[in-house]
């Protein structure tokens, strides 16, 4: 068992939100943002944050009213962490025929109950994958990721023909939603128009002439690189 696995879960779910909270993992979260990403109360919070401060080595920075940030323990044990999940992701959708929006809740319980040893199998099974099925990067084993040169749907310009990279996220019903218009990492859309009244955005879907317009709350989501 590494040091990592000796973290209580809370711990580690309190890590892993902080990276996913903050720019590129480098910058700060609020305490606000934390309680509402774990769905506890902010107090709790507070309590969690002054305990990872002041762990050996200490795994945040944490400044009252001044948000929180990993130090570089806090960053590499949630990397780790993040890695097994999005390794779990992917098996059970390319291995166990999982679709793509039933396996955030599964990674989440099966994450904490395989031990990074089992997860570095599991990468070795599945090729060293850079993605997983929502396009997320995975971690590579040294807990680099890999680049992506990508821009929000929602930027893209009329006439431009785009390829879907990566989805920012893992509500069931917006990812079948999603899946039914057969917009899903590798998918190529085509920008008919843009309404900059109510922001919408006209597009098709690879060989389908199918008009769809997609609101602003989605477009921004969806992550994506020009061709």
Do not use: C
């Not at 040169?149 to 989805?167: D, F, H, N, Y």
């Amino acid at each position: 068992m590494t040091q990592d696995e000796h973290l209580s879960e809370a711990i580690q779910d309190y890590l892993k939100a902080i990276y996913e909270l903050s720019p590129m993992g480098g910058g700060s979260t609020s305490t606000n943002q934390l309680a509402d990403r774990l769905s506890v109360a902010p107090a709790s919070v507070t309590g969690m944050l002054k305990r990872l401060a002041t762990m050996d080595p200490p795994l945040i920075d944490y400044q009252k009213h001044r948000g929180v940030q990993l130090t570089d323990a806090g960053k590499q044990v949630s990397l780790r962490i993040i890695r097994k999940h999005r390794l779990i992701e992917l098996f059970l959708v390319q291995t166990l025929g999982y679709s793509w929006d039933e396996v955030h809740e599964e990674a989440e319980r099966l994450e904490h109950a395989v031990s990074f040893r089992f997860s570095e199998r599991l990468a070795r099974f599945l090729g060293e994958p850079d993605f997983d099925p929502h396009g997320d990067p995975i971690p590579n084993r040294d807990l680099h990721l890999p680049a992506m040169q990508t821009i929000p749907l929602s930027e893209a310009r009329e006439g431009q023909q785009v390829k879907v990279r990566r989805v920012l996220s893992s509500d069931p019903a917006l990812l079948r939603y999603l899946g039914k218009l057969g917009i899903r990492p590798g998918a190529r859309l085509s920008v008919l128009s843009r309404v900059p009244f109510d922001r919408t955005i006209h597009i098709t879907v690879e060989d389908d002439e199918t008009e769809r317009v997609l609101g602003s709350e989605i477009s921004v989501l969806l992550q994506v690189e020009t061709l």
